[in-house]
């Protein structure tokens, strides 16, 4: 036969392409890097059709007892999605119970549609978000209103108030200033009486003694 290509999951989830030139089943645990054949054994087939118009066969080969820290992290498909397996696996495509080749282009094709194709599950998860939510108003940017967000121009909370609305404010009270008038009280105009008199009983006084001291003198 000539050689074909198969595929090398290493443990750490690393898948590469190797060149298998003779085929011979109970000898593939030396392609997985394994000294002994003990264990190695076909864990899966799966059957796939129609991929870019080929069909394909494709058998898993691998380890599920071994020692901690060799676990294999890479995760395959069902139904061995959660078959914990040591050290490396084989992938093989077969047709007519003979290997033919297998690129990782191709095993990312199948793989895919293995698990139910993940751009269309994508597609539809957009999708049904998207009519949840096409009947519900939204605000001038984009959101939803739910009760958290609020549009910029929405009032509903009595606690707030729209600060592009400008009320009116009354003017504050004038103070009354109180005029100071120039009338005298009643008590300032008796004292100024009493003065003025007294002033005048004075200057009487003071003239009668000058004629006095005149007369004297004479």
Do not use: H
Request: glycine share 6%.
């Amino acid at each position: 036969m000539s050689s074909v290509r198969l595929l090398v999951v290493e443990k750490n989830g690393t898948i590469k392409e190797s060149v298998l030139k003779t085929w011979n089943e109970e000898e593939l645990y030396k392609k997985a890097g394994f000294k002994n054949g003990q264990g190695f054994e076909l864990a899966t087939t799966w059957k796939v059709d129609d991929i870019n118009k080929k069909s394909y066969t494709i058998n898993v080969y691998g380890k599920t007892d071994g020692r901690a820290t060799q676990e294999n992290k890479y995760e395959f498909p069902p139904p061995i999605d959660e078959t914990l397996f040591f050290g490396s696996c084989l992938i093989v495509n077969m047709r007519n119970d003979k290997p033919v080749s297998l690129t990782t282009a191709e095993w990312t094709c199948i793989y895919e549609k293995l698990y139910g194709g993940f751009e269309s599950l994508g597609e539809e998860e957009s999708e049904e978000e998207s009519d949840e939510y096409d009947d519900v108003p939204k605000t001038k940017s984009g959101y939803a209103k739910d009760g958290f967000i609020v549009d910029d121009d929405d009032n509903d909370d009595d606690d707030y108030e729209d600060s592009d609305e400008s009320e009116e404010v009354a003017p504050p009270p004038k103070k009354k200033t109180t005029k100071k008038t120039s009338k005298k009280s009643k008590n300032d105009e008796v004292l100024d009486n009493l003065f003025i008199e007294f002033s005048n009983e004075l200057d009487e006084l003071l003239e009668s003694t000058k004629e006095l001291e005149k007369e004297d003198y004479l």
